[in-house]
């Protein structure tokens, strides 16, 4: 079935071919067949894991994002890499690159894309299920700097309320979590 | 207090100066003294407004998303416009052009970046409480096509499994519906 709201595009020009994201602007055509300009940024996807401890603290990791020029906490997440084609696998190497633990099972708890207005980015959450610290883990990417910490939910809550917990998936996974504890 | 993972700007190159985003990338110093390049999109932030009916629905808008070349149903939402300081002013706005509800009350409900790997887009999320139609709302944008769709629980989550619900700000939206509910 053809969308009514189909914006068909008429013409796309590439305006940066990069690492993380490609941008483009796409002039298309409107429903009642006026013209307008997109702004798309794309990217290849990424995942983020909800990992609760033994201890019922939650794993996150603090690591400086140049976009918002602080350092800020956030569950364990990464970039679905090119090589990659199932999400689960990205997840289980980002857990145990960057927190050192591994799980019995991953559940997928969620997907999304994260600005449609304007980024096809997609995100797929996933629950560590039965983590454990692994004695050898995988090596973290280079220049890869970042602190592992381990909140309880009041913690958690204390650090949204201070701003440095901030961003969409890990403000998701901790509703989640406190939601599973009601 | 200086950040320990701070990554100061070496240099800065500008992309893309567009209506929606602007792109850079920056050449950056490391903590370690090495240098990496970051691909940064910036934005002027938006809001999102949970709006939930006297009959218990959720009010969403359906309308095309380019860059993931589909319509999808979104909680009511819209741009941070420059001349706009007060993020509560862009949620009445848009609740009003979006939906044709007002309301009595908007409570601030989170406040997060979408994300931060490269973007800093920030979201601000309302509830709008007392919600009314009005009779002679605010006239929408130009050239905005959209669909006004009042959705049960039940009927939200149906729409998540379907998958024209998607998005951030709207899947964290209903798990707090849901939060409240239960």
Not at 109 to 131: K, W, Y
Request: charged share 35%; net charge negative.
């Amino acid at each position: 079935m053809k969308d009514k709201f189909n914006e068909e595009t008429l013409e796309r020009k590439e305006i940066y071919n990069g690492a993380i994201i490609d941008v483009c602007i796409d002039s298309v055509e409107l429903p009642n067949g006026k013209t307008a300009k997109r702004e798309l940024v794309f990217h290849n996807g990424a995942v983020g894991i909800l990992a609760i401890t033994p201890m019922n603290r939650i794993v996150l990791v603090r690591q400086y994002r140049k976009a918002i020029e602080k350092s800020i906490l956030e569950i364990p997440a990464g970039k679905i890499e090119k090589n990659e084609t199932d999400p689960l696998e990205t997840a289980k190497r980002e857990l145990e690159e960057e927190t050192y633990y591994q799980c019995d099972r991953m559940e997928q708890v969620a997907d999304f894309v994260t600005s449609p207005g304007f980024c096809n980015e997609r995100m797929v959450l996933f629950q560590a299920h039965g983590i454990k610290r692994v004695e050898n883990p995988l090596p973290r990417d280079e220049d890869e700097f970042l602190d592992i910490v381990e909140l309880s939910l009041e913690e958690a809550k204390e650090h949204i309320r201070l701003g440095d917990i901030c961003d969409a998936k890990t403000l998701y996974a901790i509703l989640l979590w406190e939601f599973q504890m009601k």
